[in-house]
């Protein structure tokens, strides 16, 4: 599929986060100007260089004001918002970063004649409504169309690459402690009418993505209007897969202990109270559903060529 975008300015917001990166990396292939927003003037350096020189811009915004954003994106002809958070805190909470921004981008965008409007949500918001993360996420997606029906609404199930926060998370966790966590409840098995046994091995189905492939989809489908995609990568694997995969790539055994989701909740109720807290309860809610798609891998597949599973990127970056 061809794609031009030369002359064009694109907006991302969040786009000095993770994925960002590489969707710069994606976009200034092509003679555009890409304007970066994000509240974080740390990671701005990390970013700044990746395009030709004066390529990337750099647009810092303290306050998420409709004013201030339709500032930011006068002019422009596509904006791109991929901000969203995995945990709240004091500054942060889920109902103003997934629900009500979107909206504020979306009418801002609606008002300042944007042509492409594009949102990166995730896969399973809208069957997961326990969740304070996936109830924020799949109203942010509610606001966003209401207020610009012919946006493009992105899905994609847990995103690894170099710089993630999950593979990342249980490899570091590897490093100090001799056993790993399998959270999930066990499936009963009934061998015979009186002898039950509790099988620990299924557990949650994950179908992570690579970053790359990713950012090479939403470039791919930058000029598509009133699309609704949910991605996923090409294997479907166990939260117990992953972890073996892990440690296969860094050559090392650790136990693996299974933790029912009680369990799960009361590590969370303590992990809560830490800055950066590795697990969460609202966390372990989502873990209680499957991240799969059975369309997610034929969308993405239809405008990324060779999809890169997890085996295969991984040994790239865990070590």
Do not use: W
């Not at 700044?48 to 422009?76: A, H, P, R, T």
């Not at 103003?96 to 594009?118: C, D, E, M, T, Y």
């Not at 930058?222 to 991605?231: E, I």
Request: a positive charge; charged letters at 20%.
């Amino acid at each position: 599929m061809s794609i031009s975008l030369d002359g064009k300015k694109i907006v991302i917001f969040g786009g000095s986060g993770f994925i960002g990166k590489y969707l710069i990396s994606k976009f200034s292939q092509f003679s555009c100007t890409i304007k970066i927003v994000s509240r974080n003037t740390k990671k701005f350096k990390n970013v700044k260089f990746l395009g030709n020189l004066g390529q990337v811009e750099i647009g810092k915004l303290n306050n998420f004001s409709e004013k201030n954003i339709s500032e930011i994106i006068n002019g422009s002809d596509i904006v791109i918002n991929l901000i969203g958070i995995l945990y709240e805190n004091k500054l942060q909470k889920f109902d103003f970063v997934h629900s009500q921004l979107p909206g504020i981008i979306a009418r801002s965008s609606k008002n300042q004649g944007v042509g492409n409007l594009i949102h990166l949500s995730a896969l399973g918001v809208e069957s997961n409504l326990e969740s304070n993360y996936a109830k924020s996420k799949f109203q942010g997606e509610k606001n966003l169309k209401f207020e610009y029906p012919d946006a493009t609404i992105i899905r994609p199930s847990v995103v690894f690459g170099k710089e993630d926060n999950f593979v990342n998370l249980f490899s570091t966790i590897s490093n100090f402690s001799p056993f790993l966590p399998i959270i999930g409840d066990p499936k009963i098995i009934f061998k015979n009418k009186f002898f039950p046994i509790l099988n620990f091995s299924e557990g949650t189905l994950f179908q992570p993505i690579y970053v790359g492939d990713l950012a090479e989809f939403i470039l791919k489908t930058v000029n598509l209007k009133s699309k609704t995609f949910n991605l996923a990568g090409p294997n479907i694997l166990t939260f117990k897969e992953i972890i073996k995969i892990i440690l296969k790539y860094k050559k090392i055994k650790r136990l693996l202990i299974p933790v029912p989701f009680f369990a799960a909740n009361l590590l969370a109720f303590f992990m809560e109270k830490f800055p950066q807290p590795p697990l969460t309860k609202d966390q372990v809610l989502l873990l209680k559903k499957d991240n799969v798609s059975k369309k997610g891998y034929f969308n993405l597949s239809k405008y990324v060529r060779n999809p890169k599973s997890l085996e295969v990127i991984i040994p790239t970056y865990i070590t």
